[in-house]
């Protein structure tokens, strides 16, 4: 009667299932380079596309490399069918004076590579945002140097005050992204939506006014209750207020309005301003994209208010959406569930 697989068999068996589980690919072929084994990953590469057509290849010529005794390494970019980058090492295996077979491990470093190049464009993007306050400041101070006239002394000095404004700004942005993606946000807590634009409001009815702008904000039924943390909320819903006065002409209005959709909250911010092209409504939550550059600095912009407020949107289970139309006006909404107990009672739930 046959004992049923022996050990060696058992092994060979588990470590086949176990090398499916592996996240890089793995193909194994003998000193003639015939392909014994590739493991779930590398079979999932081996078929007829174009792109893993490419994959194919490169991996059996870095096994043939492998097979002449020395380790191979090689990037292999690929188009098709999606953009994407694998990573091939090849090694030869075995101890004879000549291998006795060679395994190639592939990586889909993809994702990582495309995390580097945003980590890159961030840095080189940052530098330069710092580096154009820190400019202005030194120049300012060596005109300053040989200025006598009290007039334009007193201009000048006004000058450093606002580049520095500028970099303590940009910097203060920073800290609070870094501060919301690490999850540093305080305790979510119930607050009327009411008391949040409330607060959010409050700070810019001179600033409108003094650009001619009417700011109206419709009444919030006090029974929209979110779980927020009340600082980052209002500093979001803020963001977008500021905006929509930044972005508008003397003579416009900005409007503020919240109702209830399907279990959420919707604060509306809408301006009757400049308007965002199409092709930039994507991008302007990304960390210092800006439409218009310029008109960005002149207004004071750090170009990361809505990155903030997209990233406190989602920490709050919620998002951020645009609607505008270039020349006629935007409408930026923060979506926010509503919590569970607020809705209708009129009356804040203690937090449990
Ligand atoms: P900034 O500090 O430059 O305002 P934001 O991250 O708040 O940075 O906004 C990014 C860009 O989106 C702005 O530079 C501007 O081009 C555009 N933008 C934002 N809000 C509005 C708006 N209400 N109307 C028109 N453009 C806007």
């Not at 005794?69 to 091939?88: C, F, K, M, Q, V």
């Not at 077979?101 to 945002?129: C, Q, Y």
């Amino acid at each position: 009667m046959a004992d049923g697989p022996g050990p060696d068999a058992r092994l060979q068996a588990l470590l086949v299932a176990a090398l499916d589980k592996v996240s890089q690919g793995i193909v194994v072929c003998d000193s003639e380079g015939r392909v014994l084994y590739r493991n779930a990953v590398a079979r999932a590469l081996d078929n007829a596309r174009d792109g893993d057509l490419l994959a194919g290849k490169a991996i059996m010529s870095a096994l043939e490399e492998a097979l002449r005794g020395a380790p191979h390494e090689e990037t292999l970019d690929l188009y098709s069918p999606a953009r994407h980058t694998l990573e091939i090492h090849a090694y030869p295996l075995g101890s004879e004076p000549v291998p006795s077979g060679a395994v190639a491990l592939v990586d889909d470093v993809t994702g990582l590579r495309r995390l580097e190049a945003v980590r890159r464009d961030f840095v080189a993007n940052l530098s330069h945002e710092l580096k154009t306050p820190l400019g202005a400041l030194s120049l300012l101070a060596e005109t300053l140097d040989s200025e006598e006239d009290p007039e334009v002394v007193a201009r000048l000095t006004a000058r450093v005050g606002e580049e520095a404004t500028r970099f303590i700004r940009i910097v203060d942005d920073l800290l609070d992204l870094s501060r919301i993606e690490a999850g540093g946000i305080a305790p979510l807590a119930p607050v009327p939506v009411a008391a949040l634009v409330d607060e959010a409001v409050r700070g810019f009815r001179d600033q409108a006014a003094a650009q001619g702008i009417e700011l109206q904000v419709s009444p919030v039924d006090e029974g929209l209750v979110v779980l927020a943390s009340q600082r980052d909320m209002v500093s979001a819903i803020a963001n977008l207020v500021d905006n929509a006065i930044k972005y508008s002409e003397p003579g416009g209005t900005v409007r503020i309005e919240v109702d209830e959709r399907e279990g959420s909250a919707r604060i509306m911010v809408q301006d009757e301003g400049i308007g965002i092209p199409s092709r930039d409504q994507e991008r302007i939550f990304e960390r210092f994209y800006r439409v218009d550059r310029a008109r960005s600095r002149s207004t004071g912009g750090t170009g990361l208010g809505l990155a903030i407020v997209r990233h406190v949107a989602e920490y709050h289970g919620g998002h951020v959406s645009v609607r505008s139309v270039e020349g006629e006006g935007s409408t930026f909404t923060i979506f926010l569930p509503l919590a569970a107990l607020g809705r209708g009672s009129g009356s804040v739930p203690a937090q449990p």
